[in-house]
């Protein structure tokens, strides 16, 4: 039964997440829900996983972003054998994610 409500309880979840219209949105319910430890690690994961996915090496992407290798291996193994869901933001938004990394980088981003 707990493996039955846990599925439930993720497709509320989801079914929530694809009603937000806006990045505001999403930022508000995301603050609401996950720590501030929680929702970086998320964010870090799919800056390493754009970087990975770019070809940028494991030790740039240590000091672009952060992250330990541990992270960035498990991200690299999630790309290769996990269910493809990095592979369809990036073939959704990846213009979109590389726009908002250069406006941090260059100081655009509040």
Do not use: P
Not at 59 to 73: C, D, L, M, W, Y
Request: with cysteine.
């Amino acid at each position: 039964m707990k493996k039955e409500r846990q599925h439930a309880d993720q497709e509320a979840l989801f079914e929530a997440i694809l009603s937000l219209k806006t990045t505001k949105e999403c930022l508000a319910f995301f603050k609401d829900l996950c720590t501030y430890q929680e929702l970086n690690a998320m964010s870090q994961r799919l800056r390493v996983a754009k970087l990975l996915h770019d070809g940028t090496v494991f030790h740039r992407i240590v000091e672009e972003t952060g992250a330990s290798t541990a992270t960035i291996s498990r991200v690299n193994r999630s790309i290769k054998d996990g269910y493809n869901g990095y592979q369809i933001i990036f073939d959704r938004v990846s213009d979109k994610l590389d726009a908002a990394y250069a406006a941090e980088e260059s100081g655009e981003m509040q």
